[in-house]
Structures are given as C-alpha cells and as structure tokens.
C-alpha cells in the first residue's frame, strides 16, 4: 500500500459551499493528471477526527491514511488549540493509495479544519454540513472525553459511533465512572467503541475459549477467585488501570456477579461479589514483573471450585511478544498453549471498529460495572 | 454435537465463537494438498484463536515416518505456504505438540486399529473429547476403501464419544455410475450430515458475496428473472496448462474437472430461489431445486449446446505456450477437452426461455471468472435513430477471480449539445472498498466443517446432480472423434464457441 499523492489546496474562508467547490475540482484535476484515468474515488463513511493540540496532527494524519486505505472515506479532521487567539480555517486535500492486488489508485478526500481558542466552538457546525449523505458518521475523539464539553457533545450526537480511547483517561476511576453514566443514559444514541477495549477482544476470546470446552462450560459456574494482574498507569500507581477494569467489568456484567464490597489490601484491590448463593472474589493486583508495560495486564487466572481444583490462565510474555493459556484440572490434566500476539496498532485498532456498525451492549455493560468497582473503591 | 452456544462470556459482537476441541486426521498426510493448504490453514486458524487448545492433527499415511519427522515437514510447509512465510519457534513448538503422524496402509485393517488407538491416546493428551475430522486428501481410487475401512473399524459413528464428520476432496466420481457408487459406498458408513464434500469454490468470499449481493439487496431480486434478463454468461478461464499434471488431466478434461463441479455451483447460486433461512439445509434445499430445473442437453443434439476444444501452441502473456498434446504426461493423440462451452436452459417459472452460456478452459489470454447478466435492452427507444444505435442492454458482472468486485454498465450522456451516449461503469471492488484481506478457501472450509456448518459444502444430491447433466455431453463426446487441437494457446476458444452465440445475435463478452 503506497500513499501516492496528497494534493492541498488552499481555501481562504471558512465557507462550506467554497469548500465542496473545492473538493469537486480537486478531483477534475486528479483525474486530469491521472494518464491511465485510473483512479478510482471509494467512500464508505464519514469519519470524523478529534485532535486537541497541531502536535498530535501529524500522527493521526498517518493514522488516517492507513485507516482510509482500508475504509475509503471522507476524513473531516478537526485540529484543535484552546490556547490560541481565536481563529478557524480549512483545507482539501485528497490522499490516494493503491490497495495489493489492484492497479488503480483508490482515492479519498480530507478536509481539515483548525480552530483556536473560543471558535473551536463553531467546528462541529462546519463538518456537520461537510457530511456525506446516507453514509455512516464515525467520531474518532483523540483525546480524553470531555464529558459535558459542547464541542463533544455536538460532535457525538452528529455521529452513529464514537471511538475512544480509555487508556487516555487522565483520572481512570472518575473517568471512567463518567464514561459509564453516558452509557447508562437512554438519551446516548451513539455507539461508542474503545481502542482499550478493542486490546482486550484477544484476551476475552482465549478467557471465553475456555468454556467453549462442553467439559470445561459447567466449571465457569463454580468460579470463585478471579486473578487480575496488571501494570498500574505510571501517573497513579495507585489507580488502577482501565483496561483491568474493563476486564473485570466484563466478567462481572457476563456472568452476573453482583458487587457486596471493595477494600484496597497491600495495594490491591479485592472485590467481593455473589453469584446466587455462591461468593465470588475478583482481585485486581499490581504486577510485581517490571518488564510489563504500563496500564498493560500481565496475567488473568480463573479458579473454580470443583471435586478437583480447577484454573484456567492466560499471560502475556514479559516482551508482548507471545500469549500463553494454560488449563490445570487437578494433578492430571495439564494442556498448555502459545501464540504469537501482535499489539495492533491503533490504525488496526480503529479499522477493526469501524466494521462494528451496531451498539456494543457486551462493552457498555463492562463499563457501568466497571465504574460501579471503581466507584466503590474509591469511596 | 456438543454446544457451546450457552457461554454467557461468547455473547457480543466480537468474540466469535472457537471450534469444539477435535482431531483432524489427514488421509494423503504425505501429499501436496497437506502442505499446501491444509496444516497452514489450520496453523493459522490456531494463531486466531479459532480452534481451542484441545485440538490436534493426525497425518496418515503409506510413508515410514516419526512424528517428529512429519512436524519438521509440516513447519517447512507453513514457513514456505502460509502467508507470513515464517515460523516463530515457540509458537511452533506449542502447536507441534499436538501434530501427530502414523504410517499404515489404507487398505490395510491393522492400520485403522492402530490409528483408533492413536486417536484415543490423543484424546487423554490433548483433551480433543472423541470429536474426529477425517479428511481424505488421497488419490479417488481410495475413498471408498477409506470409508469403508472406518466403519468396519468403529471409527465412523463411535457411540458415546463426541462427534465424527468426514470430508471429501474433490473429484467426487469419475461418472454419474462412480459418483453414485461412491455416495452409496459413504452412506453405507456415514450419515449425510457427517458428509462435507469440498468444493473449495463454495469457500471463496465473492461466491459467497453473491448470496449477500442478491438477498440483501431488495432492489435486484424483483429483475432476477427472465422478463428483465436476456441471457447470463459464465466465464471459468485460467492461463496456465496442466503444469504436472497431465497425467491426471487425460483422463478428466475441463468438463469433470470444472464445469460439473465449480462452474455448476456458481450457477447454482445464481439461479436459485431465495431460501427461508441461510442455514445449510434451505440454502442446499434451493440450490439443488433450481439445478434439477435444468433442461436435458439430448445425447443426439449436444452440437447444438456444446462445443468442445482443445489448445495448440500459441502465446500467453507474452510467452510462448506448448500445445495441450505436447505437455508432459499427456497423449499425443488426446482427445480430451480443455475447453468447453455450453448453453443450458431453466424450465421453470423464474427462467424459462433465458440461455446461460458457460465456459470453461486452459490457457486462456488472461485468468478470469466471472458472471456477467446481460439485461434486455430498454423496451421503447426515445432517441433519433442514430442514438439509438449507440444503446447496448445494461451488463450487471460479478467478478469472482481475480480483483473481486461488482461492475454494472450503464449509458450516460456525454455533455453537449448533442444527444450522444458513453457506455460507462459502476464499479465496486473489494479491494478498493475494504482493505482487508479476504480468508483463504480452505480457512473457512475448514472452520466451517468443524463447527458443523455444511452450507458451504456440496449435498450428496447436488454432486449427482452435476454428473447427470454433463453425462449425455460425455457420452457424445465418446462417440465421434474431435479434430483437435481447435483453438491457439491464449486465444478465448475456438471459433465454434463464437457460432454458438452469434447464431443467436449474442457475444461473448470479453472479460
């Protein structure tokens, strides 16, 4: 895949109708320069960026190239700086890129818009009239939600899904707990996705393979110690960090648990839960293995009570390179498995959301049991 | 079968569900289809997490090999086949364990009673719950004694030992006769729904798309029939010759070897009704109805319907080409076919009176498949006489091989001041449209089989079927001798096959 061209053009005003007179002979002359005529313009989606400062603009717009090559679409990119002397302007430019296996070029269009201090304000009204008709509107907010923020909130109630990232949660556990109170509310008609919670589907499938076992599935009923172990976020080492609590939100919404209590014990966090009769207890610890990357888990173990002891683990290798399951039922059966696992990056990570088109009911319950955990932590 | 439908952690939109624990046991373990295809498809669905842990592979085969031998050939085969083209060593040792080989005889019952053992040995090891995937990748001429062979042993239907399903490679019979005798030789052993016969065609994602792009699009299915459709073309080229395999070949030509199989899906999925669920009995229930619709080609007509073909030396892509009868392997005086093109009429409601022309061949100018629906052409023409000539009816063409994708023809007018018509084309391309790469074949063939999903597999009736409606061609062709070779190497056939359309005032369309 090759970034061919990328052709800016400038536009003085922020004017919408200038700005699709703009779009439209910008692709007159791609056409024009193409000799083969063999460019193809591909659209899927509206996909809208967030970015809060110019500095982060130059990654994310790599990011965008990479995520437009396998979801063509036209790229509304907002680069905002609160800190600036007020001002909005925009440009077009078109990126193109030649997917293996084709010969033409497949072609998207971008308009970014950049916005300082109090005409930040005005951006979503400038991209709400830039959106393509019928086309899905995905919101990619680089940054962390600003609850109750105007420029957020227009933004999210333009957009079918929102994409979020929970591990940029500055506060986790009040974040978090306000990230779960949108969720909750019945007014919230987006979908929101998180890249952190996209990190985890590799660790939920090998967690949930387990049961997938017919002999293994009644095991998953007699669980009683959930193991935890992650590396806490370098700016709170007390905190706890999102992504274990996603985890164990997950687990705790999927099978029921309803929350008794929550004590913090030599800088671990021990949660009392009740399935039916039976108590169940979810401890989420700071690993003690220093070559885990921080916010990252290290180890996942399930204990069930059974006529023989049962546990199920999963463990990333100290250099993130491999993940290991290991199944113990008794002294007698030991099946032990490894596989490669590759961090996607976050182009990998937004492609793959952008595929989910409905609400993630499985994600937005983990979240408001997850806040509920750290909500009561806390107090 | 065992369910795992009721793990509360599989519920949401991205946690796809993994295969039940089982054992693949590879019939022809030592052959190239296992190398090629097989463990590096399975290698791969391992490293996505798709099959559990609990699973292993079981090669057999005649050759004297260890199971460390056969692992050191099998991880050569994935560094060299699979797509990443490497192996990361501790990956591999954790997926080796579970590789496991034994050298026997297929006709020999001491080798079924070892490999039963062997079966139970991994089953205590890997936790695989008796669930079995035979799969027979070795020449035809075994099935039956394979089949037979694992009922006699108890393999076929063990009682209280999970789930047992076998799948067939292709080519499913020689003949109606040996097609027949062969499901009558599994039905002896197997029940039906034990059976996948492979297609690997069903397994490629545009096929797949066609179903997608017919009955999830409301606006198509109201013009899917013969009042809005002139005529369907069915275009199956490949560039190359027989490689290696001319041997094989002589005895088969593109008739067996693609049109009664591959071309006969794709057309199946084509002209059947839309079924009431997409589950593998309705989709195959549709499938065969619409195929058993097909008017009989009559032995003493088959000119009519069919033309047959033969390559001479020629040019493809700019080198020169051998002739079919000089390739290796091959007779020098052959008379087998590696072009056909026939024209087959629906009798039934929905197609009654719409020719489908279908083609297949070697060496071919360009590799290619695809379908192309050719529309009638508007019923009342509005332009001056001299516009009107410049309108064609509207070509609606899925292209299954290579560059994936949907085009539709339309007219538009060119700008002026004048009314002057372009021909112009819609086009969706899978991969201009979605960047990912589609799975192989074989992936979800094999996925699919042991989550127990046969949709995607060719039903007992539907192989015989095929059979029925080539074999008064074969036969035909039995009778009268061919003046072969009749068509250059990288030309689009011979020129009776243009005669076949134009006596109609149709054309081939050039793909």
């Known amino acids: 895949m090759n970034t061919m061209s990328e052709q800016p053009r400038q536009s003085p005003d922020i004017n919408v109708g200038m700005i699709e007179r703009e779009l439209t002979s910008l692709w007159k002359a791609a056409g024009e320069e193409d000799e083969q005529g063999g460019i193809i313009r591909a659209c899927l989606m509206n996909l809208l960026v967030y970015v809060p400062d110019d500095q982060l603009a130059g990654e994310v717009d790599e990011i965008i190239t990479e995520v437009t090559a396998e979801h063509p679409s036209r790229a509304l990119l907002i680069i905002a700086d609160p800190e600036a002397e007020p001002f909005i302007e925009a440009h077009v430019s078109s990126r193109c890129t030649i997917p293996s296996g084709m010969s033409k070029q497949v072609c998207c269009e971008q308009v970014t818009i950049s916005a300082g201090g109090s005409l930040i304000g005005e951006a979503p009204s400038v991209v709400t009239a830039l959106l393509l008709s019928d086309l899905p509107v995905c919101l990619w907010w680089h940054a962390a939600p600003r609850l109750g923020d105007k420029t957020f909130e227009r933004l999210v109630a333009a957009s079918d899904r929102v994409i979020i990232d929970s591990a940029d949660f500055t506060n986790p556990h009040e974040d978090m707990a306000a990230l779960a109170a949108v969720l909750g509310d019945d007014s919230t008609r987006a979908a929101f996705s998180d890249l952190n919670w996209a990190r985890l589907t590799p660790w939920r499938s090998l967690v949930a393979g387990f049961y997938d076992v017919a002999e293994y599935r009644p095991l998953l009923d007699r669980l009683e110690r959930v193991l935890i172990e992650y590396a806490p ?35 671990s966090s021990v949660f009392e839960l009740r399935a039916g009769e039976r108590k169940v207890s979810v401890e989420l610890v700071p690993t003690s293995d220093p070559a885990i990357k921080p916010r990252l888990i290290a180890r996942v173990t399930l204990e069930s009570a059974a006529e023989t002891a049962a546990s199920f683990k999963v463990a990333r290798s100290a250099d993130g390179s491999r993940i290991e399951t290991h199944v113990a039922i008794g002294e007698e059966r030991h099946i032990q498995r490894v596989l490669g696992y590759d961090d996607r990056s976050e182009s990998a990570l937004i492609g793959r959301e952008l595929e989910i088109l409905g609400r993630d009911r499985v994600y937005e319950q983990a979240v408001i049991s997850a806040g509920e955990m750290l909500n009561a932590i806390s107090s | ?64 090999m260890s199971h460390d031998e056969f692992r050191a050939r099998m991880k050569d085969a994935i560094a060299t086949y699979s797509e990443a083209k490497s192996v990361d060593e501790t990956v591999w040792e954790s997926f080796a364990k579970g590789i496991y080989y034994l050298a026997g005889d297929i006709n020999n019952p001491e080798s079924y009673k070892e490999m039963s053992a062997l079966l139970d040995q991994i089953d205590g090891e890997r936790g695989t719950a008796g669930n079995r995937v035979f799969y027979l990748s ?114 088969s030509g ?90 087959l009429y629906f009798d039934n409601w929905r197609w009654a009176g719409v020719p489908f022309y279908l083609r297949s061949a070697k060496r071919m100018p360009k590799r290619v498949t695809e379908i192309a629906i050719h529309f009638k052409q508007a019923p009342h023409m509005l332009f001056s006489e001299t516009t009107a000539q410049q309108i064609e009816p509207n070509v609606l063409v899925v292209r299954i091989q290579p560059d994936e994708g949907i085009t539709m023809r339309i007219g538009a007018k060119v700008p002026g001041q004048v009314t002057r018509i372009r021909w112009v084309n819609m086009d969706f391309r899978y991969g201009a449209s979605f960047g990912v790469a589609s799975p192989e074949a074989y992936e979800r063939l094999l996925l699919d089989c042991i989550l127990g999903d046969a949709t995607l597999y060719a039903r007992r009736d539907m192989t015989e079927r095929g059979w029925e409606i080539v074999m008064p061609i074969l036969e035909a062709w039995q009778e009268a001798k061919p003046d072969f070779p009749n068509y250059e190497a990288g030309s689009w056939g011979p020129k009776a096959a243009d005669d076949l359309l134009e006596r109609e005032g149709r054309r081939w369309r050039r793909p």
């Open chain 2, 138 to 251: 070795t020449s035809p001429t075994f099935y039956s004694e394979a089949v037979a062979q694992l009922g006699a042993a108890g393999l076929a239907r063990p009682e209280g030992k999970g789930w047992t399903r076998i799948i067939i490679e292709k080519p499913f019979g020689h003949s109606l006769e040996s097609a027949r005798e062969l499901n009558v030789d599994v039905a002896k052993v197997f029940n039906e729904d034990q059976v996948y016969r492979i297609d690997h065609y069903l397994g490629k994602e545009t096929v797949q798309n066609l179903m997608v792009f017919r009955f999830a699009n409301g606006i198509f299915e109201p013009i899917w029939n013969r009042r809005y459709i002139d005529h369907v073309q069915i275009t199956n080229a490949e560039s190359i010759g027989v490689e290696d395999r001319g041997g094989y070949y002589d005895t």
């Open chain 2, 254 to 343: 593109v008739l067996r070897d693609m049109i009664q199989n591959h071309v006969f899906q794709v057309l199946s999925h084509v002209v059947m009704e839309p079924p009431m669920e997409f589950s593998a009995g309705e989709v195959r229930d549709e499938k065969i109805k619409a195929m058993r619709a097909v008017r009989p080609i009559p032995r003493d007509r088959v000119n009519e319907f069919v033309v047959r073909g033969q390559y001479g030396p020629g040019s493809v892509g700019g080198k020169s080409a051998a002739g079919y009868r000089e390739e290796k392997d091959v007779k020098p005086e052959s008379a087998t076919e590696t072009y056909a093109a026939l024209k």
């Open chain 1, 233 to 267: 976020p370098p700016e709170d080492r007390d905190a706890i960090s999102s992504r274990s609590a996603l985890l164990a939100g997950w687990l705790t919404s999927r099978l029921g648990w309803k929350l008794e209590s929550a004590a913090r014990k030599d800088g």
């Open chain 2, 1 to 64: 079968m065992t369910s795992t439908n009721d793990n509360p952690l599989r519920e949401g939109v991205r946690l796809e569900r993994t295969a039940d624990p089982c054992t693949v046991i590879i019939f022809g373990a030592s052959g190239d289809l296992t190398k090629r295809k097989l463990v590096p498809a399975l290698y791969r669905l391992t490293q996505e997490g798709l099959l559990p842990a609990e699973f292993a592979i079981l090669g057999f085969a005649r050759s004297k």
